[in-house]
């Protein structure tokens, strides 16, 4: 059964550092890996996918996830956070040709200024 | 492109009380999802349709829940006596296929049952 993992449920950084957010995932097979954004009372808006192509892939917005297979991660990282990235993030594993997606809890990310 | 749409935004009604969602997915998308987010968790899959037909619903409450998508175009999402922890948004989805796994969402419904 597939599955994710989302390490830390609230990140607070500080306008101008770096971000990271941590995902592990557990998939019988290679799966499509993805992260989306929430912005408070918006929809959900894909901010980058891993689909088996390069393990390092970029995003909207400077974000980028690095795929390790050896360390069943998808960490999301920016080297700079800005104001308005402060939403929900959710890690998402797709099994391969199902069009399903399946959830982590979600990190909320706090930027200070 | 117009995206999702998704209307009530908001609803309030009593617990037993009846109530209905509507979804438009983008033009051309066969697959479409709903999805339950309970505050404070992440998304959970309710309903999968391709075109007309119904893909996974696994995870639907069918004792109080239906779904249809008439005509693989609209959808509509009802919850039939209502209960409080059925509080709640509803997120509605689409797709152009399953290769790239990529989901459209709308805004959602926000539910609250009294």
């Known amino acids: 059964a597939q599955s994710v993992t989302q390490l830390d449920s609230h990140v607070s950084v500080s306008e101008g550092t770096p971000v990271l957010l941590r995902c592990n995932y557990s998939s019988s097979y290679s799966p499509s890996l993805f992260w989306y954004v929430q912005h408070p009372n918006k929809g959900l808006q894909l901010l980058l996918k891993y689909t088996s192509a390069a393990t390092l892939v970029k995003g909207i917005n400077g974000f980028e996830a690095e795929f390790k297979k050896s360390e069943t991660s998808f960490h999301l990282t920016k080297p700079s956070a800005h104001m308005s990235d402060a939403a929900e993030y959710f890690c998402?594993?797709?099994?391969?040709?199902?069009?399903?997606?399946?959830f982590g809890q979600g990190t909320t990310l706090q930027v200070k200024p | 492109e117009a995206g999702v749409a998704q209307s009530p935004r908001y609803k309030i009604i009593e617990k037993r009380q009846s109530v209905a969602f509507w979804c438009n997915p983008i033009s051309g998308h066969a697959t479409l999802y709903w999805y339950q987010q309970i505050l404070g968790q992440g998304p959970k899959l309710l309903i999968q349709f391709q075109n007309n037909g119904v893909v996974d619903d696994s995870q639907l409450p069918k004792d109080r829940f239906s779904a249809e998508r008439l005509k693989g175009v609209d959808s509509t999402l009802k919850i039939q006596p209502a209960k409080l922890e059925d509080s709640a948004v509803y997120l509605c989805?689409?797709?152009?296929?399953?290769?790239?796994?990529?989901?459209?969402f709308g805004e959602g419904s926000r539910l609250t049952v009294l």
């Open positions: 998402v594993v797709s099994p391969r040709y199902t069009g399903k997606l399946i």
């Open positions: 989805a689409s797709s152009g296929g399953f290769i790239t796994g990529e989901l459209f």
